[in-house]
C-alpha cells in the first residue's frame, strides 16, 4: 500500500513538471467588468441598456472603461440622465466601445489621430509625458486582455454624445 502511494505521488510530480497547469482562458469583455471591483456601475449600465450582448460578441473591440469612482464625479444632471433614459446610457456604453483591438502600444503609435466609437463620435489619442489620453481621459490601466478584445480603465467617463 505504502509503494502503491509513493508511486502515485511520484507520478502526480512527474506529471505536475511534464504538463505545466493550466492558466485561464481570456474571458470576454463583459465577463471581466462583472468581475472586477472597480467597474460595478459600467457592468450594471450595460445590463440596463442591454449591451451585455455587444461586451460578449466576438469582435475584436477595445473599450474604455471608467472606474466607478470615475462615475461618482458627474454632475447631478448627467447621472441623473444614466439613472433614468434607456438610450443615454447606450450612447454612454457605445461611446466608451471601439471596434478593433487598440493595446497602448498601438495607441501610442496613433498619437495625435481618432479613433472613431461605436457611437460614431471620435476619441483624440494623444501620447503625452503624463501618460496616454483618449478623448482628453487619463488611461490609468492599460492592457487588460479579454477574449474579444482589450479594455483599458480610465480615470474620467467620457463625454456622452446628445445623438
Same mark, same amino acid.
Given at each position: 500500500m505504502k509503494l502503491k502511494l509513493v508511486t502515485a505521488a511520484t507520478l502526480a510530480a512527474v506529471l505536475g513538471i511534464v504538463m505545466p497547469a493550466r492558466t485561464a482562458e481570456p474571458v470576454s469583455i463583459y465577463t471581466t467588468l462583472a468581475a472586477g471591483k472597480e467597474h460595478a456601475v459600467l457592468t450594471i449600465a450595460a445590463k440596463e441598456a442591454g449591451e451585455v450582448a455587444t461586451l460578449k460578441a466576438a469582435g475584436p473591440y477595445t473599450l474604455f472603461a471608467p472606474t466607478d469612482a470615475a462615475f461618482?464625479?458627474? %454632475?447631478d444632471a448627467t447621472i441623473g440622465a444614466i439613472a433614468t433614459k434607456k438610450e443615454v446610457v447606450q450612447r454612454l456604453i457605445r461611446s466608451h466601445l471601439v471596434?478593433?483591438?487598440?493595446?497602448?502600444a498601438d495607441l501610442k503609435k496613433l498619437n495625435g489621430m481618432e479613433l472613431k466609437t461605436v457611437h460614431g463620435n471620435v476619441l483624440k489619442v494623444e501620447d503625452t509625458k503624463d501618460g496616454l489620453l483618449v478623448g482628453g481621459v487619463k488611461v490609468v490601466?492599460? %492592457?487588460?486582455?479579454?477574449?474579444?478584445?482589450?479594455m483599458h480603465v480610465i480615470d474620467a467617463v467620457l463625454p456622452v454624445p446628445k445623438e
Amino acid at each position: 500500500m505504502k509503494l502503491k502511494l509513493v508511486t502515485a505521488a511520484t507520478l502526480a510530480a512527474v506529471l505536475g513538471i511534464v504538463m505545466p497547469a493550466r492558466t485561464a482562458e481570456p474571458v470576454s469583455i463583459y465577463t471581466t467588468l462583472a468581475a472586477g471591483k472597480e467597474h460595478a456601475v459600467l457592468t450594471i449600465a450595460a445590463k440596463e441598456a442591454g449591451e451585455v450582448a455587444t461586451l460578449k460578441a466576438a469582435g475584436p473591440y477595445t473599450l474604455f472603461a471608467p472606474t466607478d469612482a470615475a462615475f461618482k464625479k458627474l %454632475d447631478d444632471a448627467t447621472i441623473g440622465a444614466i439613472a433614468t433614459k434607456k438610450e443615454v446610457v447606450q450612447r454612454l456604453i457605445r461611446s466608451h466601445l471601439v471596434m478593433g483591438k487598440y493595446t497602448a502600444a498601438d495607441l501610442k503609435k496613433l498619437n495625435g489621430m481618432e479613433l472613431k466609437t461605436v457611437h460614431g463620435n471620435v476619441l483624440k489619442v494623444e501620447d503625452t509625458k503624463d501618460g496616454l489620453l483618449v478623448g482628453g481621459v487619463k488611461v490609468v490601466t492599460a %492592457d487588460i486582455g479579454c477574449s474579444n478584445g482589450v479594455m483599458h480603465v480610465i480615470d474620467a467617463v467620457l463625454p456622452v454624445p446628445k445623438e
